[in-house]
Structures are given as C-alpha cells and as structure tokens.
C-alpha cells in the first residue's frame, strides 16, 4: 500500500533589515490636539451648553423685554445672590430629601413588583394589567386626590413621586427579565437557584441596562413631578425649589424664576453625569454590555 506523500516545507528565512521592519509596523501615533479635544465627552458637553447660553443671551438682548425673558448674565446674577444668601441652597436641600424618600420608596415597590412578575403567573398578570392602567396616568392629575387624602405637605408629595417612579422602573426592570436568555436561565437553574437568589445573580445582571434606563426614565418622572407638585402647595420646612419659583412668580421677579429653572437644569445634569454615568461605568461598560 502506498502511503502519502510528505507535505511540502516552506523553506525558513530571516529578515535582514529587523529595525525598517519594526518601523513598518508601526501602527500607533500621537493624536492631535483637536482630536484630542473632540474625544472629551465633558468638553463637547461642555461646548454644547456654552452655545445654548450664547443664544439665549442673544435672544434676550434682541427681545429687550426682561420682565419677560431676563438675559442669562442677569438669569446667572439672581442666582448666585440667591445661592449667597442661602435661601436657593436650603430650597433644594427640601426638595431633594423629598425625592430621596420618593425615589427609594418607589425602586423597593418596583422591585417588588417585579420579583412577583417574573415569580408567578397571577404576578405577571397583574404587572401588565396594573401598568397598563396606571402607567399612562399622569402623576400630577393624581394632586386633587393627594390633597383630600393627605392633606398639604410631605405625604401628598410623595404618594405622587411614587407614582412617577413605580411604573417606569418595574415595566423597564420586567422588560429586560424577560429578554434574559435561555441559556443563562438554565445555567442558574442547573446551579440550583430558584426564587429571589435566581433572581439577583442571574435575572438582575444579565437585565442591568433595562433596569438601569428604568431607573433614569424614574429619576426624570420624580424630579420633574416633584417641582410641579411644589408649585401647587410647597412642602414641608418652607417650600421646596418649585415652591420658590412660584413665589418669585408672584413677585415679579422673573430673573429669580429663570435661577430656580437653571437650578433645576443643573440638578438634573449632575444627577446625569455624577451618578448614573458613574453607575454605568462601574456595569454595564465594564461588563461589556454596552458600547
């Protein structure tokens, strides 16, 4: 029997020249420094927001009507007299106390909610039906039933905030459970996990960015509910930052209202780019889940 042929060697060399090689291959460089620039997120950010101040400067000077539409150096000038005298400082330190209890009040529901959504059958059942119901609602019309209830104060704000963050958050958080792979659900079942510890190392993880988007859309929902709800009857420790551009409102002083909004704007970015950026980072980015 023949056997089969040797396979043909590729005869050896060496390069002569290792150094033009090394040089050749090399594929790196120093960026430039308007690449170096455009790859700031912070500074494009930063670009973004100087331009919408350049155009409402502009705007302002152009309409020349600051009982209207004050400019945003005079805008930028009532709110650093408000933040000296310390009465815009202790505004906002109510305002985010309250939506600190609303906000953790509303994720511990939602949580609930969802762990017997993905638990049971009646729990899913419910879940959708409830959402469907509530979630279209919107928080603020529920103020005339919070104020017969709960009269004025601390509790008719928070039933409203919990309204604002219940839905969002559990619709979000059951959305990602549900498109958790098969295959990981059956590796944490052949580990024996069933119930809440299912749920926390494989459910959870695996659904992060979902539930991560609930959180924020939640967040966005108890802020911008809690400023409304202050405008209609304050809070508790002399009013709120809603409450406080709704007196200055009634004063006239519409560059103190345009600072109470800049306040509110500024709050919303720090929330934005301090925490839920810093969550990010720390999961769903380090956990290559996200681009």
């Known amino acids: ?10 005869p050896e060399y060496v390069l002569a020249e290792a150094a033009d090689v090394v040089e050749v291959a090399a594929v790196t460089r120093d960026l430039s420094t308007w690449e170096r620039v455009s790859g700031n997120t912070a500074l494009r950010r930063a670009f973004v927001l100087a331009v919408l101040a350049l155009a409402w400067e502009i705007y302002a000077r152009v309409a020349q009507n600051p009982l209207l539409f004050p400019t945003f150096s005079d ?66 019309a529920l103020l005339p039933l919070a104020l017969l209830w709960f009269g004025l104060g601390t509790p008719s704000t928070l039933f409203v905030l919990l309204h604002s963050v219940i839905w969002p958050v559990a619709l979000n958080t059951h959305a990602g459970f549900l498109s958790v792979s098969e ?4 590796a944490g079942q052949n580990y024996g996990l069933r119930g809440v510890p299912f749920i926390l190392r494989i459910l959870v993880p ?5 539930i991560l988007t609930g959180m924020k859309i939640g967040w966005a929902f108890a802020w911008r509910t809690l ?23 009634n004063q006239m002083e519409v560059a103190n209202v ?34």
């Open 1 to 10: 029997m023949r056997s089969a042929p040797a396979p043909a060697m590729r």
């Open 75 to 140: 805008t930028c000038v009532a709110f650093a007299r408000a933040i000296a005298s310390g009465e815009l400082v202790r505004r906002v330190l109510n305002s985010l106390g309250v939506l600190a209890i609303g906000y953790a009040l509303g994720l511990l529901l939602a949580a609930a909610l969802t762990t017997f959504a993905v638990t049971t059958r009646i729990g899913t059942d419910f879940l959708s039906t409830i959402t469907a119901m509530l979630n279209p609602l919107p928080a603020i």
């Open 183 to 186: 295959t990981l659900r059956m």
């Open 206 to 210: 695996a659904a992060f960015p979902s």
């Open 227 to 249: 400023i409304a709800a202050e405008l209609v009857f304050g809070s508790n420790g002399g009013g709120g930052l809603g409450w406080y551009i709704f007196e200055n409102r």
């Open 258 to 291: 345009f600072g109470g909004l800049l306040t509110v704007i500024l709050i919303g970015l720090l929330v934005e780019s301090l925490v839920f950026r810093n969550v990010e980072n720390a999961t769903v980015r380090k956990w290559g889940m996200q681009r």
